[in-house]
């Protein structure tokens, strides 16, 4: 099974920065897609970023200039730097893996439990 552990939420001001991590563990080979997703209460969840095991990235619109993702593989690690944080950035943040080759083949996604982003005004 893979396990992914994230770490980096709290409480910042308006215009405070915070930054996200997430390890997965396993058996694992490697890991083609790895994101960061968010839900605010009653709202849907939602893709905040993606990144690929090359390096390519795609942002949600509301957050591109602010958010940064990357990822280190030998660790098996995503990362999202959160600058200009708004109170709409309030959120839980989820990590996400996908297509991950593991013993059993090509496997996923798998979820973080998510942490707490909160962005007072």
């Known amino acids: 099974q893979v396990h992914l552990v994230e770490s980096g939420g709290g409480l910042v001001q308006a215009g405070g920065s915070l930054r996200l991590s997430c390890a997965a563990s396993?058996?694992?080979?490697?890991?083609?897609?790895m994101g960061w997703y968010r839900q605010a209460p009653g709202k849907q969840r939602e893709l905040v970023a993606v990144i690929g095991r090359g390096g390519s990235t795609n942002y949600a619109g509301s957050v591109k200039g602010r958010f940064t993702i990357s990822r280190d593989n030998a660790k098996n690690t995503v990362y999202l730097q959160m600058n200009s944080l708004k109170p709409e950035d309030t959120a839980v943040y989820y990590c996400?893996?996908?297509?991950?080759?593991?013993?059993?083949?090509?496997?996923?996604?798998?979820w973080g439990q998510g942490t707490q982003v909160t962005v007072s005004s």
């Open positions: 996400k893996a996908d297509l991950v080759r593991t013993n059993s083949g090509l496997t996923g996604p798998y």
């Open positions: 396993g058996s694992i080979f490697s890991i083609n897609v």
